[in-house]
């Protein structure tokens, strides 16, 4: 009886990432953390945004070590992790200063609007 051994060994794979492609990985992440916080908000979970206010507040920490001494395209994204940084910090405290005033069904209506009032203030589309 012959055994296949070889035949069931685990390929290993790697993937080569420079330090910038990881950095702009990162900050396109927070992005999206922003999505989840506003999204989860809106399906009523208040616990959410906090911890992700946290933990994007480490990962902007992070980012202003690098700063201006980075690549351009790095600096770029800071400016864009600081917008989603804010849109998140200010979840937090509508929710904290008046999160019982509003009705669940309505936080994602509030939090949409305040994001547009933002983005316009930004000047994004």
């Not at 999204?39 to 202003?64: A, K, M």
Request: proline share 5%; glycine share 8%.
């Amino acid at each position: 009886m012959t055994s296949s051994s070889h035949d069931k060994q685990p390929h290993t794979w790697s993937l080569k990432v420079t330090p910038v492609d990881f950095l702009l990985g990162v900050a396109d992440l927070t992005g999206e953390l922003m999505r989840l916080c506003i999204g989860s908000v809106g399906n009523g979970d208040i616990d959410t945004p906090f911890e992700l206010s946290q933990f994007l507040r480490q990962i902007y920490d992070g980012f202003t070590f690098i700063g201006n001494t980075g690549p351009y395209e790095v600096s770029k994204k800071l400016y864009t992790l600081k917008q989603s940084l804010a849109k998140v910090e200010n979840a937090c405290y509508t929710l904290k200063v008046r999160g019982s005033e509003i009705p669940k069904h309505m936080l994602a209506d509030v939090f949409s609007t305040k994001t547009e009032l933002i983005d316009q203030e930004e000047g994004l589309p």
